[in-house]
Antibody
Framework: EVQLVESGGGLIQPGGSLRLSCAVS????????MSWVRQAPGKGLEYVSI???????YYADSVEGRFTISRDNSQNTLYLQMNGLRADDTAIYYC????????WGQGTLVTVSS | SALAQPASVSGSPGQSVTISCTGT?????????VSWYQQHPGKAPKLMIY???KRPSGVSNRFSGSKSGNTASLTISGLQADDEADYYC???????????FGGGTKLTVL
C-alpha cells in the first residue's frame, strides 16, 4: 500500500521560508512521477510543482523562482522548499504520486500571515 | 486558465447525475488525459477516473467518464449519500507543463 505523509507546514510571516516534506512508503519515489498540489482555504486545487522520474522539474508560474521541488531517494522523501512566501501561498499542500495523482497524502497547512 | 465546472449539482438517492468539465482544444478537447477527483470535507482528493474513461481499482462502477469535443463529463449513477462531496476535473494542457484543474463542483445528495 502506498502511503504519503506530509509535514513541515505552519504559520510563517510574509517573506519567510518553509520546507515541506513528503515521506513515502510502499513505492520508490525515484521511480515515480511526483507532484505538489495546493488548495487555498475554501478554494479549488492547483498544481504547484512536478518532478519526473528522470529529475526534470516544472513549476506553476505563480511560484516559479520561489519554490524548489527536490527528492532524497535514500530517505524516500519528496521536498518543497518555499522561499519568499506571500499571503496568497496560504493553502493546504498535498503531495501526490503518478501523472494521474492516484495517491495523495493528508496534506499540511501553510499559513502566511503577519 | 481553469476548466469550467458547474458550481453545484444535486440529485436524489438512486438517481444519476452528470458533472461537466468544459475546456478548449488546447486541453480537454486535444488530449484523452482527463481525470476526476472526489474530495470529502477535510479530506484529501481521491482519484475516481483517469484517461477520460478509466476507473482505478477499487472505484465503484457507478462512476463513469466520457468526453465530447471540449467537454468531459463525470456521471454518477445510483446516487448514494456518501457521494456527496466536491468533484474536480483535471486535464493535460498545451499551455503549461502542469495539468490544469476545474474550479470544482459541489454534489448534494438530497
Amino acid at each position: 500500500e502506498v502511503q504519503l505523509v506530509e509535514s513541515g507546514g505552519g504559520l510563517i510571516q510574509p517573506g519567510g521560508s518553509l520546507r515541506l516534506s513528503c515521506a513515502v512508503s510502499g513505492i520508490s519515489i525515484g521511480g515515480n512521477f511526483m507532484s505538489w498540489v495546493r488548495q487555498a482555504p475554501g478554494k479549488g486545487l492547483e498544481y504547484v510543482s512536478i518532478m519526473y522520474t528522470g529529475g526534470t522539474t516544472y513549476y506553476a508560474d505563480s511560484v516559479e523562482g520561489r519554490f524548489t521541488i527536490s527528492r532524497d531517494n535514500s530517505q524516500n522523501t519528496l521536498y518543497l522548499q518555499m522561499n519568499g512566501l506571500r499571503a496568497d501561498d496560504t493553502a493546504i499542500y498535498y503531495c501526490a504520486r503518478g501523472p494521474n495523482a492516484d495517491s495523495w497524502g493528508q496534506g499540511t497547512l501553510v499559513t502566511v500571515s503577519s | 486558465s481553469a476548466l469550467a465546472q458547474p458550481a453545484s449539482v444535486s440529485g436524489s438517492p438512486g438517481q444519476s447525475v452528470t458533472i461537466s468539465c468544459t475546456g478548449t482544444s488546447s486541453d480537454v478537447g486535444g488530449y484523452n488525459y482527463v481525470s476526476w477527483y472526489q474530495q470529502h470535507p477535510g479530506k484529501a482528493p481521491k482519484l475516481m477516473i483517469y484517461d477520460v474513461t478509466k476507473r482505478p481499482s477499487g472505484v465503484s462502477n457507478r462512476f463513469s467518464g466520457s468526453k465530447s469535443g471540449n467537454t468531459a463529463s463525470l456521471t454518477i449513477s445510483g446516487l448514494q449519500a456518501d457521494d456527496e462531496a466536491d468533484y474536480y476535473c483535471s486535464s493535460v494542457t498545451s499551455s503549461s507543463s502542469l495539468k490544469v484543474f476545474g474550479g470544482g463542483t459541489k454534489l448534494t445528495v438530497l
